[in-house]
């Protein structure tokens, strides 16, 4: 943790200033070990291996914990030059979001959800400074990918109670995350909490009859929540191997012959949960993420008009990622173009 971070962050339960203390630092003399603590001293919160830690347990989001340890590079860009994803999460941002390299150069940006932080390299890539929040020990992750990188801070934390000063950042966003805890509505409200005033924030959830909304996921999700006292991840895990392997390429055979192939669609809806990504890394990863979260919850358009109302949202675009996302403004300001 870079020292300059500190005047953003404050007690997620009482709002209040905190101070550090270092204890260990790290060679390039970032943060290593250290206490944030209220003034009266009676609230702390632990700095571990760099990392400002705001909650004591990952709660709902175990399994993005297990994910993104395991799958931690996966999707970063720098990981898929000349394969089939190449160029897959830039793009994605860049059509969530429409935040330019002009519009990120300089700026302070947060990401609710930030996993093993993919979408903060594209931030960093482009000359923004990137605050990450996740509940999860994905932390662990995105703190070894931006270990020597002074531009970025990894939080540990809620981001339904995020530890942040409000009007700290000049924009924010969310991507594929807020579905994942019991309240959306207010992970966005929060988002907007902690952007300034004009400030663009961003947004994309699962949207209702999509994929995660399919029977078969539904079924496969309950049956790994209901089962993993007992066997862990390894049910999980071993599906999505075999969908990934195995299911996939059986699927697209299907396709191909002209009889049967609606079929194959039916298959994937009702009985097998299967991704039509070229690359078995993705695929297994995101089969795997499907069908493990505690919370996954599937919104309609009308939801998050009405979600980014309730947060003070007076300026609202819909993007083109699918019926779910979309980009608004703090406020009563006009959007700036943040497009190229």
Same mark, same amino acid.
């Given at each position: ?169 000049? /924009? ?53 929540? /209901? ?62 993420? /499907? ?50």
């Amino acid at each position: 943790m870079q020292t300059k971070f500190g005047d953003i962050l404050c007690c997620p339960k009482t709002g209040a200033n905190l101070h550090l203390r270092v204890s260990e630092i790290f060679e390039d003399g970032t943060v290593k070990s250290g206490t944030l603590v209220n003034e009266e001293g009676t609230i702390q919160y632990p700095i571990v291996r760099g990392v400002p830690r705001f909650v004591d347990e990952e709660l709902y989001a175990e399994s993005f914990g297990y994910e993104w340890q395991k799958w931690s590079r996966v999707q970063f860009d720098s990981e898929n030059v000349g394969g089939p994803m190449a160029g897959h999460t830039e793009k994605m941002f860049d059509t969530i979001t429409g935040f330019s390299e002009e519009f990120l150069k300089g700026k302070m940006i947060v990401e609710f959800g930030c996993g093993p932080g993919r979408f903060l390299d594209v931030v960093r890539r482009r000359g923004g400074i990137t605050v990450g929040i996740d509940m999860s020990m994905a932390v662990e992750s995105a703190r070894e990918n931006f270990k020597d990188d002074p531009g970025v801070l990894i939080v540990q934390g809620d981001i339904l109670n995020p530890p942040f000063r409000k009007n700290s950042f000049d /924009a924010g966003y969310s991507i594929g995350v807020l579905h994942h805890t019991p309240d959306p509505a207010k992970g966005l409200e929060k988002l907007f909490g902690v952007v300034k005033e004009n400030g663009q924030v961003a947004c994309s959830v699962y949207s209702k009859e999509g994929l995660y909304d399919y029977p078969s996921v539904t079924i496969y999700r309950k049956i790994h929540n /209901a089962s993993k006292s007992l066997f862990g991840n390894k049910l999980a895990l071993g599906y999505a191997h075999f969908s990934a392997h195995i299911l996939y390429h059986a699927l697209l055979l299907l396709r191909r012959i002209p009889k049967v192939r609606y079929f194959a669609g039916y298959l994937e809806k009702y009985v097998f949960v299967n991704v039509n990504f070229p690359d078995p890394r993705w695929r297994t990863l995101d089969v795997f993420d /499907a069908i493990t979260p505690s919370y996954a919850s599937t919104h309609t358009p009308e939801e998050l008009i009405s979600w980014f109302s309730a947060a003070g949202c007076n300026n609202l675009t819909q993007r083109p990622w699918g019926t779910t996302t979309f980009v608004g403004v703090k406020g009563k300001g006009q959007r700036e173009s943040v497009e190229k």
